[in-house]
């Protein structure tokens, strides 16, 4: 596999469009939000100098990654910011470490802005514990179900990068 590069998406704002229907199958389609209601919040969620903030991944000059920081991503939660979300790298190129350096490019920019802590919430199981998150709580969602709240200590100074 060539290199992956990650770039900040106010750099490369052709893809936008692309990385707005990841977001919108992944997480919106569902929920009865239209496309145009993802490409309107992701050109709002990039930011040159903070938060909110969205990085992609690229590999032969293809975009193959998102994820974003955002001040929230929970609304049972307010009292914690900032969020890493959205999370999403293309299925041809899971299991080949994409996902960790855009996590790693997310935790690196927040350590820029000085936060504490970096706060994400997700379904899934065993994934980001390998890579220093640590579960808080089960958390309600606006749908009646629970997701689950991990933090990262952004002051931990044993953080590795992994390659």
């Not at 929920?31 to 309107?40: F, H, P, R, S, T």
């Not at 979300?85 to 299925?91: C, E, F, H, Q």
């Not at 350096?101 to 199981?125: F, V």
């Not at 065993?126 to 709240?149: C, H, M, Q, V």
């Amino acid at each position: 596999m060539n290199e992956i590069e990650i770039v900040d998406l106010v750099n490369e704002q052709k893809y936008i469009n692309e990385v707005s229907e990841w977001i919108w199958k992944e997480w919106s389609k569902e929920n009865g939000a239209k496309l145009e209601d993802v490409i309107y919040r992701t050109k709002h969620s990039i930011n040159e100098d903070d938060i909110p903030k969205m990085f992609i991944a690229k590999c032969n000059n293809e975009v193959i990654g998102v994820v974003s920081l955002w001040v929230n991503d929970l609304k049972a939660r307010q009292d914690l910011f900032p969020w890493m979300a959205t999370l999403y790298v293309r299925k041809d190129y899971r299991n080949k470490g994409v996902g960790k350096k855009l996590q790693e490019a997310s935790i690196e920019y927040a350590k820029t802005k000085k936060y504490n802590y970096l706060y994400l919430i997700t379904e899934h199981d065993n994934y980001y514990e390998k890579t220093g998150w640590n579960y808080i709580e089960d958390a309600p969602l606006d749908n009646g179900k629970y997701t689950k709240i991990y933090k990262y200590d952004l002051k931990n100074l044993n953080y590795k990068k992994r390659r």
